[in-house]
């Protein structure tokens, strides 16, 4: 069953890869007491296929095979099982440095989540940067909807999905002293994708500061609301532009003005036109996705036009979107 993985157990938060040594599983298992883990010490069959030390094991997964033997247990409930084991895990491992480096990624589990994301797709890159493909489907996206934050997550690991929760729960109280409910629900059409749905359960007066964002106010449409005027911005900013909802050109710095501005009314606006997105490298074309990945790093590369001369420059790209329909 897990003979064919090495002794470091890759638990995918959709976070750096974060490597979870087996024997450290094994310990918090172990650690969790007899209560904990319900019924499963009254299964002989089930507990006797478990090592007593994975230790010197060089190739065990210890969570892959522990989740398959909790799942196969009728008497047991494996989401109450895995949000304890989660919730020790985050407790075991979330101290000094690591915890340190937890606290930089947001003020809220929103920031948090969200900027997760972004040093999660920055480091699958260095990681994989010769092999595209391998994570081409793999999805770690936070939204807010109606005051409740929804983590959409994939993975090829059920067991890593289930400890999640607990982890999730874990964090919050820790870092942001908020008591989550979360639901996890897996997709009908896609078994490796799952959504958590966050909510906060603990109201207080700052609870929703430190689960969301405040919502800002909306902004004005009026160009001479602008502290700065455009023409100013545009060179100010020369290699920036700014997309509509359709992902079509409104807005173009100075600098691309010249590459481009002659051929806009031959080959449109559209932003794929001009610029082929890069990195993140699983998203979507679309103004939502964009959104959705806005503390994502972006890599862009300009396209090569047949209509347009060569530039040799090398650029720094701001993208910029627009509300405007």
């Given at each position: 069953?897990?003979?064919?993985?090495?002794?470091?157990?890759?638990?995918?938060?959709?976070?750096?890869?974060?490597?979870?040594?087996?024997?450290?599983?094994?310990?918090?298992?172990?650690?969790?007491?007899?209560?904990?883990?319900?019924?499963?010490?009254?299964?002989?069959?089930?507990?006797?296929?478990?090592?007593?030390?994975?230790?010197?094991?060089?190739?065990?997964?210890?969570?892959?095979?522990?989740?398959?033997?909790?799942?196969?247990?009728?008497?047991?409930?494996?989401?109450?099982?895995?949000?304890?084991?989660?919730?020790?895990?985050?407790?075991?491992?979330?101290?000094?440095?690591?915890?340190?480096?937890?606290?930089?990624?947001?003020?809220?589990?929103?920031?948090?989540?969200?900027?997760?994301?972004?040093?999660?797709?920055?480091?699958?890159?260095?990681?994989?940067?010769?092999?595209?493909?391998?994570?081409?489907?793999?999805?770690?996206?936070?939204?807010?909807?109606?005051?409740?934050?929804?983590?959409?997550?994939?993975?090829?690991?059920?067991?890593?999905?289930?400890?999640?929760?607990?982890?999730?729960?874990?964090?919050?109280?820790?870092?942001?002293?908020?008591?989550?409910?979360?639901?996890?629900?897996?997709?009908?059409?896609?078994?490796?994708?799952?959504?958590?749905?966050?909510?906060?359960?603990?109201?207080?007066?700052?609870?929703?500061?430190?689960?969301?964002?405040?919502?800002?106010?909306?902004?004005?449409?009026?160009?001479?609301?602008?502290?700065?005027?455009?023409?100013?911005?545009?060179?100010?900013?020369?290699?920036?532009?700014?997309?509509?909802?359709?992902?079509?050109?409104?807005?173009?710095?100075?600098?691309?003005?010249?590459?481009?501005?002659?051929?806009?009314?031959?080959?449109?606006?559209?932003?794929?036109?001009?610029?082929?997105?890069?990195?993140?490298?699983?998203i979507r074309l679309t103004f939502t996705d964009i959104v959705?990945?806005?503390?994502?790093?972006?890599?862009?590369?300009?396209?090569?036009?047949?209509a347009v001369k060569s530039f040799p420059a090398e650029v720094?790209?701001?993208?910029?979107?627009?509300?405007?329909?």
């Amino acid at each position: 069953m897990g003979e064919t993985f090495s002794t470091e157990e890759k638990v995918e938060f959709g976070v750096p890869q974060v490597s979870i040594p087996g024997p450290l599983l094994f310990v918090i298992y172990n650690c969790l007491g007899e209560s904990t883990r319900i019924n499963l010490s009254d299964n002989d069959t089930l507990v006797k296929q478990l090592p007593d030390d994975v230790t010197e094991c060089s190739h065990y997964a210890f969570l892959d095979d522990l989740f398959d033997f909790i799942t196969a247990d009728e008497g047991t409930d494996e989401k109450e099982f895995f949000d304890k084991l989660g919730r020790e895990l985050i407790r075991s491992s979330c101290t000094g440095c690591v915890e340190k480096a937890f606290r930089c990624l947001g003020g809220n589990l929103q920031e948090f989540l969200t900027t997760l994301d972004g040093v999660h797709d920055v480091l699958k890159y260095q990681e994989n940067f010769e092999d595209h493909d391998r994570h081409e489907t793999e999805a770690f996206i936070c939204t807010l909807r109606d005051d409740i934050l929804q983590l959409d997550f994939s993975t090829d690991r059920s067991a890593i999905a289930y400890l999640l929760v607990g982890s999730l729960k874990e964090i919050a109280e820790l870092l942001y002293a908020t008591e989550t409910e979360i639901v996890l629900k897996r997709n009908e059409h896609d078994d490796r994708t799952f959504s958590f749905e966050i909510r906060p359960t603990n109201k207080t007066p700052d609870t929703d500061s430190q689960i969301t964002k405040n919502k800002p106010s909306t902004p004005s449409t009026r160009n001479d609301d602008l502290l700065v005027d455009v023409a100013t911005f545009c060179k100010a900013f020369p290699w920036h532009f700014v997309i509509d909802r359709r992902l079509e050109l409104v807005q173009l710095g100075s600098g691309f003005m010249q590459l481009f501005g002659s051929v806009l009314v031959s080959l449109g606006k559209a932003v794929a036109t001009y610029f082929e997105f890069r990195r993140p490298r699983s998203i979507r074309l679309t103004f939502t996705d964009i959104v959705k990945r806005a503390n994502t790093p972006f890599v862009l590369a300009i396209r090569k036009l047949s209509a347009v001369k060569s530039f040799p420059a090398e650029v720094s790209v701001h993208i910029f979107l627009s509300n405007y329909n």
